[in-house]
């Protein structure tokens, strides 16, 4: 299957099959998409809505790359039960600023099925902003089930269940400095997650 062809660092070897997006892809990346963005909101006011918690590391490095001003809010949503398998969605971090009239871009780490996106773009868009878009890092066409469009995308990825930079499996693995696929037969213990669940 496809990879990046960077081998995967040694320390993770026993957890992480492969990487999918070095850190260097993405740093690269991250910046071409600042530059996007920096040019389509110069002039405006651009409110950044970040979900929770999967942005956590890539909208860092996002907002680092941009020089115009802008504000900064959290929406929190989950949406996965602990594990690779959609649970349903609940929201645990309202918006805390006002919207109404400015130019929201909502980020989020993975545009999958779209039912996250989906959800939060209705809530938003009964707000009344000016303008409302969507930045996400990571998109897998192959699994839209609601016709959400994302209007900046990182990188489009197979269906894979990826971790890393920002992305969790179980709270875990968010710290990973690359996008990567697990191995299914990685330890448990302190380290690991174990294989099971
Ligand atoms: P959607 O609602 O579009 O199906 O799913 C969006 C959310 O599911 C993402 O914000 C992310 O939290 C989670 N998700 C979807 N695919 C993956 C994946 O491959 N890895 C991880 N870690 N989370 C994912
Ligand atoms: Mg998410
Ligand atoms: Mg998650």
């Known amino acids: 299957e496809s990879g990046s062809g960077v081998r995967v660092p040694r ?3 026993a957890e ?3 990487v999918l997006i070095p850190a260097d892809g993405l740093a690269r990346r991250v910046r071409a998409l600042a530059r996007q963005i920096q040019r389509d909101y110069e002039g405006r006011d651009l409110v950044m809505v970040a979900l929770l918690n999967g942005t956590l590391v890539f909208l860092a490095d996002l907002i680092r790359n941009l020089t115009l ?3 900064l809010d959290f929406i929190g949503v989950s949406s996965y039960g602990g594990g ?3 649970g349903r ?3 645990t971090k309202e918006l805390g600023l006002d919207v109404r009239g400015r130019d929201v871009l909502v980020v989020d780490d993975i545009l999958d099925t779209g039912r996250t996106l989906r959800r939060v773009l209705e809530r938003l ?3 009344g902003p000016r303008s409302l878009r969507v930045c996400v890092l990571l998109e897998k066409k192959a ?3 609601e016709p959400v469009r994302a209007d900046y995308v990182g990188f489009e990825i197979p269906d894979v269940f ?3 930079y920002g992305l969790d499996y179980a709270e875990r693995y968010r710290h990973l400095p690359f996008v990567g696929v697990l191995r299914s037969d990685r330890p448990a213990g302190p380290e690991g997650t174990g294989a099971t669940s």
């Open 16 to 18: 992480v099959e492969r």
């Open 125 to 127: 868009e009964r707000l």
């Open 84 to 86: 690779t398998r959609p």
């Open 11 to 13: 320390v993770w070897r």
């Open 89 to 91: 969605l609940t929201f």
């Open 162 to 164: 990826v971790v890393g």
């Open 69 to 71: 001003p802008l504000r």
């Open 143 to 145: 699994r839209r089930q």
